[in-house]
């Protein structure tokens, strides 16, 4: 069974540019999550998806990052403008449902650097 | 605020012993519990979950929770250099993971 896809895995960016990940979860996990993981730091919840509608979105800084799943399956959050502070890894990872009793898995990571 | 607190160590323990972790939580509606390891520049990788209070064994991995403590912990028997990573607690609660901010493991050989 394929894992979670994510790309780019590296992306080095200007501050004030834009940038785009994308992530292809496992095949029939309905939520979707993206993390960011700074250094040292635990991953935290940017937005939750059930199917393709938001489920939580309450950490998402919504004056510059973005996201969408249009159809239910992959999805792209997008940053715009991009400041130094947002250089993290950004994780993609997925469950089956939203019952706590699903586990969830992490794709590989985008590593971002906004210079 | 729920929270989840791992000490961050680091933890060294050498190659054949058993190496501890632990992990407290805050909110008792926590459902399930999670351990996940990551090695440096990779993602985590989820090596043990458990829902129920006592001790869940896997290979090696034996995680432990106790709900009345709020409390979950991980040990690592026959530890090897190959364990060595920053290893991640999530709780779930309401349906949303929290994460601790990691334990990192060093096992000497």
């Known amino acids: 069974e394929a894992g979670v896809a994510q790309s780019p895995r590296y992306k080095i960016i200007e501050k004030r540019q834009s940038v785009a990940f994308w992530c292809n979860p496992i095949?029939?996990?309905?939520?979707l999550y993206w993390y960011q993981q700074i250094l040292g730091q635990g991953p935290k919840l940017l937005i939750q998806?059930?199917?393709?509608?938001?489920?939580?979105d309450s950490q998402l800084p919504k004056d510059r990052f973005s996201a969408e799943r249009l159809k239910g399956v992959d999805s792209t959050l997008k940053i715009q403008p991009a400041k130094l502070e947002d250089s993290a890894v950004y994780l993609c990872?997925?469950?089956?449902?939203?019952?706590?009793?699903?586990?969830?898995?992490f794709g590989p990571g985008t590593r971002l650097t906004v210079t | 605020q729920k929270e989840v607190e791992q000490n961050s160590g680091p933890l060294s323990v050498p190659e054949g012993a058993i190496a501890s972790l632990n992990c407290t939580y805050s909110?008792?509606?926590?459902?399930?519990f999670f351990w996940y390891r990551q090695y440096s520049g990779k993602s985590p990788e989820l090596i043990m979950s458990?829902?129920?209070?006592g001790d869940k064994e896997d290979g090696r991995f034996t995680a432990q929770l106790n709900k009345a403590s709020q409390y979950v912990s991980l040990l690592i028997r026959d530890s090897q250099p190959s364990d060595s990573a920053t290893y991640l607690c999530?709780?779930?609660?309401?349906?949303?993971?929290?994460f601790g901010t990691g334990t990192s493991l060093t096992v000497i050989p």
């Open positions: 998806f059930q199917n393709n509608g938001v489920v939580d």
């Open positions: 999530a709780v779930n609660t309401g349906n949303q993971f929290y």
């Open positions: 909110d008792r509606g926590s459902q399930s």
């Open positions: 990872a997925s469950t089956l449902g939203t019952r706590g009793i699903y586990e969830q898995y």
């Open positions: 095949s029939g996990h309905a939520t």
């Open positions: 458990i829902y129920s209070n």
